[in-house]
């Protein structure tokens, strides 16, 4: 169901408007419109659900068990040296 509403434009958003339009990319300027409306809406759906699942992330890592300071130097250490092996890096 489609509601009518009236709209105000730039001057410079009216001719890129009218442009998709001509350029048969869009059927008309109800549908360029519609178009610039569904992407902000896309994304702040996206960054809801992104939202919820970091925060979700950071729950487990709290929740998680934890590791010393000297262990995780240890880990880094080792990663790194395997990847300059990897990649043939001189240390």
């Not at 730039?10 to 339009?21: D, G, K, Y």
């Amino acid at each position: 169901m489609s509601v009518k509403t009236a709209i105000s434009p730039t001057e410079q958003q009216n001719s890129f408007a009218r442009a998709l339009v001509e350029s048969g990319l869009y059927s008309s300027m109800s549908s360029v419109l519609q178009q610039g409306l569904e992407l902000p809406r896309q994304r702040t759906e996206t960054e809801a659900v992104e939202t919820v699942a970091l925060r979700e992330l950071v729950q487990r890592r709290l929740n998680g068990p934890m590791i010393s300071t000297t262990e995780m130097d240890s880990r880094v250490a080792a990663m790194i040296e395997r990847k300059r092996r990897v990649v043939r890096v001189d240390s």
